[in-house]
């Protein structure tokens, strides 16, 4: 799925997300620790309800016997995108104008655009002050950047499908995109 169709689908499932029923709800309890679920609770249902779909693509392409720390690392990625304090509307202009302006320069913005753009950093130092495991907090860090996946801790296996789970490209794909 292209980075602009994940996106629009992100944007339109905002807007409809519903509580998470029962189920899910004990998918989340049973992938995270306590110190990870007090931050996962932090976040908006539209943000829950994408965490789980994430995790649940995850796990999907893990097996049933699949590592909690990678599910955790599904379900906690996006973290620092309440830390900006937008909603769906707001998002979509940040994104917008951090495209226009390069999300590196809109990184070191000291306004709610700049909040936003970096939430992977912002989420892994959430992460780290919780308490989450170690992995948890590596690809709160690295979910974005590629160039970040091999000091993760994580197998490069296994962040290729938690980026995969999230929407991003494949790597040759993300690659080629760039050259």
Request: glycine share 8%; charged share 25%; hydrophobic share 45%.
């Amino acid at each position: 799925m292209s980075r602009a169709v994940h996106l629009v689908s992100r944007f339109f499932g905002s807007w409809r997300a519903r509580p998470l029923d029962p189920a899910d709800r004990a998918f989340v309890r049973l992938h995270l620790t306590p110190e990870e679920l007090r931050v996962w609770e932090t976040l908006g249902r539209a943000d829950r309800a994408e965490s789980v779909a994430v995790a649940r693509r995850l796990t999907l392409a893990l097996g049933p016997d699949a590592d909690s720390r990678y599910v955790a690392a599904a379900l906690l990625h996006d973290v620092g995108k309440t830390d900006a304090g937008l909603g769906t509307i707001g998002r979509a202009g940040a994104t917008v104008v951090a495209g226009l302006a390069s999300h590196g320069r809109a990184r070191s913005w000291p306004n709610a655009v700049g909040r936003y753009v970096s939430h992977d950093d912002r989420g892994a130092d959430l992460l780290r002050r919780a308490g989450a495991r170690p992995e948890t907090v590596a690809w709160a860090a690295a979910h974005h950047r590629r160039e970040r996946f091999a000091a993760t801790g994580i197998p490069l296996e296994v962040c290729e499908l938690l980026a995969a789970a999230d929407g991003e490209a494949p790597w040759p794909e993300a690659r080629a995109n760039r050259e």
